[in-house]
């Protein structure tokens, strides 16, 4: 790993920036390396991963890796698969699901990271916050017209998704679509960049 990313990382796993705002304390989690070929952008940690630490370790995991046609060892490798969240920590519950990643999060950290990640061939922008991100002005005008749109940017190894999490069910039941045009493409491209067999 180089000397900046792992630097990064330190500072990371130290960052209190948005302590007074975290309902159980800051435990930023980030798995990245410089040799990453596929960077993950989803929200925030859920409560399990907060405790555990470990990225993804959640239903919305097993269905994302479902999704990618991938197995939790090349999943869990850093040397392959970069797992960004638009913010580190679990930010909390509201009346509806889990809060918004928190702003100063992305503002702090990500420009430094992404130029750190130079591999990165695949960006999967997982959900709203994530796309407003890194499509920005290129994002429809909501996350379904952005996700039905993928082809177009694909070429600059995008692919928009939306949340795989349970409460998700009955968007994904409403756009079978999305499983039958983005699903075999994502996998095809996961496979070729990670080395997993189908």
Known sequence: MSKKLNNLLKEIRDCRLCEEYLPLGPRPVVQA???ASILIAGQAPGRKVHETGVPFNDPSGVRLREWMG????NFYDPKKIALLPMGFCYPGTGASGDLPPRPECAEAWRPSL?????????TLVIGQYA???HLGAQRKKNLTETVRAWK???KQGLIPLPHPSPRNNIWLRKNPWFEK????TLRSRVRALTG???
């Open 131 to 133: 796309q407003n991100y």
């Open 181 to 184: 045009e983005v699903l075999p």
């Open 196 to 198: 997993q067999s189908p």
């Open 70 to 73: 991938i197995d939790e060892k």
């Open 33 to 35: 390396h410089a040799r």
């Open 114 to 122: 992404l130029d750190a990640l130079p591999r990165i061939q695949l």
């Open 152 to 154: 177009d940017y694909l």
